[in-house]
């Protein structure tokens, strides 16, 4: 196993989920991943800003309704892979560092904001060679204006995005580079629900400094409407160069997606369904996902266990040149689709996913996870998360992807600092080692995240 990870065990120790954050005095909001939707203005009572070394930062007043917020996040992360894509990789053993840094500026001036992340990320070991997601150097992540008229907020320029659960568009927080979009965004209030209206494209990074740019063969757009335990949506996805079974064409493919969630007594749930339709390279699309998360928290017993069961099928292609293309397009999904680290994504996948985690006091939780995965056709292969193609069908008749068990544990050592660990192995089934290498994946995750 790579050694890279070694001198950094003390630092990086327990992983806790990037969202959990303590409240102060003054009821602060929780931090987010995008930071811009984070509401600061009840520390303009100076007050309330003494209650905490941070305040000073959160809430700078300027003058006559104006004022200025900031944050930092810095980050880092190693990840160690024995055997990568089960010794399929060009790098089957592999161990690097991960470091970014991202700081904001948040000003405010009446019904008016303007909003301002430089992005800093840095890769060491990654073999054979860093690439857009591991490195982007100094670069602007996000920049925006943004105004509220009444019931309606405009937002122009590049935003990080995420929709419900992440499934078809996110962050792509876990990796080093976050995903962002150029474009526009408006936001209305009806009633109970909110509507979003997208018109974006998606920044393609570069390795080197202020190189990101906006894609020229991508675009997104598209409605995504909220309701009390409801999300339903329409998003257009347009990519000229799009690849599906070796062959490059135009794709331009329609999304109508249905989410249900929410909660009731200690019970859970999280269901949404995605169709999918239109045409690439001559051929038409026809695709689908189901994904189900039902859990329970048990508060009488100690350590308030939660136990969850997560089910998903994704379609695949049946057959190559039908003139019928069932292979399913995740768009942009969260980088952590299956689990903290999994090579596998959801395309052409039936997964199989319960989890338990627990509250081991003084501010420390850990989770045991399985995962099965299974191909939902024999015509089609296994893609990771972007994506791509990572095993080819070839003449294999099996289903049986591989089984994956995955153990992390968790500290909030301070409101500022989280520090974490996960640890997982992904056994091949039948179909991986019909086709290719076959060997049983190791990942390690170590990260330190210090945010305010």
Known sequence: ????????????????????????????????????????????????????????????????????????????????????????????????????????????????????????????????????????????????????????????????????????????????VPLAFDGARADMRIGKATVSLLAVKPVQPGLHNFDDATSDTKALWGAYATLPELDLYYLGYRNRAARFGGNEGREVRHSLGLRSHGARANWHWNVEGVYQFGDYDGQRIAAWTLGTEIGRTFPALPMTPDATLRFNVVSGDRKADDGRLGTFNALFPKGKYFGELSPVGPTNIISLNPRVSANLGRDVSASVAGMAYWRYSTGDGVYDIPGNLIRAPGDSDARFIGKEAEATIAWQASAELELSASLSAFAPGAFIRDTGPAKTITMLGLESNFRF
Do not use: C
Request: hydrophobic content about 45%; glycine content about 8%.
């Open 1 to 176: 196993m790579p050694k890279l990870w070694l001198p950094f065990f003390a630092l990086l120790a327990l992983p806790v989920p990037a969202a959990a954050q303590q409240r102060e005095a003054w009821q602060a909001p929780t931090l987010s991943i995008t930071r811009y939707d984070e509401d600061w203005s009840d520390l303009a009572d100076a007050e309330k800003r003494a209650h905490h070394w941070t305040g000073p930062l959160k809430y700078i007043p300027l003058g006559d309704d104006s004022w200025l917020s900031t944050g930092f996040e810095l980050r880092a992360r190693v990840e160690s892979y024995d055997d990568n894509l089960w010794g399929g990789a060009q790098a089957p053993d592999d161990a690097y560092l991960w470091l970014r840094a991202l700081p904001y500026a948040d000003l405010h001036v009446g019904k008016v904001r303007a909003f301002v992340q430089p992005m800093l990320a840095y890769a060491v070991g990654v073999a054979p060679s860093a690439g857009p997601v591991d490195q982007s150097r100094i670069d602007l992540l996000q920049g925006f204006a943004e105004a509220k008229l009444g019931a309606v907020t405009l937002r122009a320029g590049r935003q990080m995005l995420s929709l419900g659960t992440e499934r078809l568009v996110g962050t792509r927080y876990g990796p080093n």
